[in-house]
């Protein structure tokens, strides 16, 4: 055990013979009892060793000049940390009843007369050394208990927080887990439609109204497929803070106007009660982002609703927010589930059928984008059954003024279709783009690895190249800087097909000196109106 200090007795005494002889009769017990004897001859001299130590006990003469005992007995108590010392009084007379009451008042423990009897003042001495040493003992046994508490308080606050912590990562696990499942579900579901579609084409008896049909699931079905792919790929843009806006000045209401357009084209809006109340108001956003957040809102509501329900969405001003609102009579969301709403691969009432499909990322895809824009975005839900409403506030701007009509550009002189270099490493891939190009009359050169593509484009000079990034020999941003080192082929067309689509990635294309950026899947649409035709009426708009 550590050692400690000995419990110390003052002894105050204005006579120099009382005063040596009360502190040489304590002297002999010191060692045995276990204690230290300090001495002083005023009562000034005690409150200065007062200030200095801790006493197990004072041995105060009554009777001394200046300040007697009492004086000096009711001053040490005063002072907070020595209010509770022990005081012996010692004097040379027998105390009548109100002297001791007197001396009791200014803190007296007990009396002592002269002459003082040895074996009488080591007793008393021996009590209140004794009660010293316990209450110090208590002290340290307290203060052992108070650390010991400390220390199992921050351990169990630890336990706690890794018991939390445990437990959220389970959750996320949980829900991981339950989102690879429903992505293998969603991805499933149209590779299945596709591949039946795509046996039932080469059927013998398969005739031209059942090709028709498959060829249209399996265009339905791919877009689909691409859908998914951007959610998850601009998800994982926005949370990683990837995503650059191209900010503009936009008007709220058009823009929402042009996505209603757009479900009401695709009948999606059928057997719905939609009101719109679109106050025209202007943010500075990037325009495709926008329409993302405005369209997974009317795809939410939708996807949510009944049929016969009904979608209020409405475009309004809030100070200087601009407010977009799209509330619902659907199914409403649960209580414990509203604050959750926005988080990654949460989704509501997950089930073997989940009749209404998706990845349960579009809300947290929303206030990833709103968030970039400086927005909020918050929804609201009385319960299951009664409905939702989602507002999103951005920051208002001023509308931008009317610039001066552009003149219209000269119509192209009416020439042949220009030849295409394929260079393309997927085989089916490369035959599907190759077969679509000849349909609409594009003479076409196909080239597997980047190498022989750069042979192919300086023998045969081609008005454009498509030309893939990821090739065997040299990659695609190697055969742009041949193409464009080349005299013969600096001024050919050059555009990049890729999986990837960050700004980043289309950065290197065009720094590489591709004109154009076109992301994989490209529908025809999209690849006519890079080589500069307009777009093809589908077949189904064409026969009506």
């Known amino acids: 055990m550590p050692t400690t200090d000995k419990p110390k007795i003052l002894v105050v005494n204005d006579d120099a013979a009382s005063l040596l002889a009360l502190s040489s009769l304590l002297d002999q017990w010191a060692e045995e009892t276990g204690y230290t004897v300090l001495s002083a001859r ?15 006990v004072i041995i105060l003469d009554v009777n001394m000049p200046g300040m007697d005992g009492f004086e000096t007995a009711e001053a040490i108590h005063q002072r907070a940390r020595s209010a509770d010392i022990p005081i012996i009084f010692v004097t040379a007379f027998l105390a009548d009843e109100i002297d001791r009451l007197k001396a009791y008042q200014r803190g007296a423990a007990d009396f002592l007369f002269t002459p003082v009897i040895p074996q009488i003042l080591h007793a008393k001495v021996s009590v209140f050394v004794a009660l ?30 890794e018991i939390e912590e445990r437990q959220a990562a389970e959750r996320k696990s949980h829900a991981k887990d339950e989102f690879l499942a429903m992505l293998g579900h969603e991805l499933r579901n149209p590779l299945s439609a596709i591949s039946s579609a795509a046996a039932l084409i080469d059927m013998p008896g398969a005739h031209i109204e059942m090709a028709t049909r498959a060829r249209q699931i399996i265009q339905r079905q791919t877009q689909h497929l691409s859908r998914i792919v951007d959610d998850l790929l601009d998800l994982s843009r926005a949370m990683s803070g990837k995503i650059l806006l191209a900010r503009k000045p936009v ?19 059928g057997g719905y009660r939609i009101n719109v109340d679109l106050a025209p108001n202007w943010v500075d956003g990037d325009p495709t982002r926008l329409e993302q957040i405005a369209t997974n809102l009317i795809d939410n509501a939708l996807k949510y609703t009944p049929a016969g329900g009904t979608i209020d969405i409405t475009i309004g001003l809030d100070g200087e927010e601009v407010l977009l609102t799209v509330r619902d009579t659907g199914v409403g969301i649960a209580a414990d589930l509203l604050p959750h709403v ?66 219209a550009a000269p119509a192209p002189a009416a020439t042949g279709k220009p030849a295409v270099l394929l260079i393309e490493d997927n085989e089916d891939g490369r035959e599907m783009m190759a077969t679509m190009l000849d349909v609409y009359g594009y003479p076409v050169l196909q080239s597997a690895d980047g190498l ?23 990659d695609g941003y190697e055969v742009a800087r041949r193409l464009r080192a080349n005299p013969a082929t600096t001024a050919m067309r050059l555009i990049a097909l890729t999986g990837y689509g960050l700004a980043e990635d289309q950065r290197r294309v065009l720094e590489a000196g591709f004109d154009m950026h076109l992301v994989k899947p490209v529908d025809i649409a999209q690849l006519l109106g890079a080589l500069g035709e307009p777009a093809p009426i589908p077949a189904s708009a064409a026969a009506k």
């Open 251 to 269: 008007d709220m209401a058009s823009l929402v106007g042009a996505c209603l357009d757009t479900f009401r084209a695709t009948g999606r809006t």
């Open 132 to 161: 010293a040493n316990k209450n110090e003992q208590l002290r340290r046994q307290t203060e052992k208990l108070s650390q010991r508490t400390l220390e199992l308080t921050a351990t169990n606050e630890r336990l706690m927080s």
């Open 42 to 56: 005023s009562g000034q001299e005690a409150l200065r060793q007062v200030l200095l130590h801790d006493f197990a």
């Open 452 to 474: 022989d593509g750069v042979a192919l484009a300086t023998a045969h000079l081609p008005n454009v190249a498509l030309v893939d990034i990821g090739l065997p020999g040299i």
């Open 342 to 407: 926005f988080d990654v691969f949460v989704q509501g009432s997950i089930s073997l059928d989940r009749a209404q499909g998706g990845l349960g990322i579009g809300l947290s895809l929303v206030r990833r984008l709103v968030e970039l824009h400086g927005g909020s975005v918050s929804a609201a839900s009385s319960g299951a059954g009664e409905g939702s409403a989602f507002t999103i506030r951005l920051p208002r701007a001023d509308a931008p003024h009317a610039a001066a009509a552009p003149q």
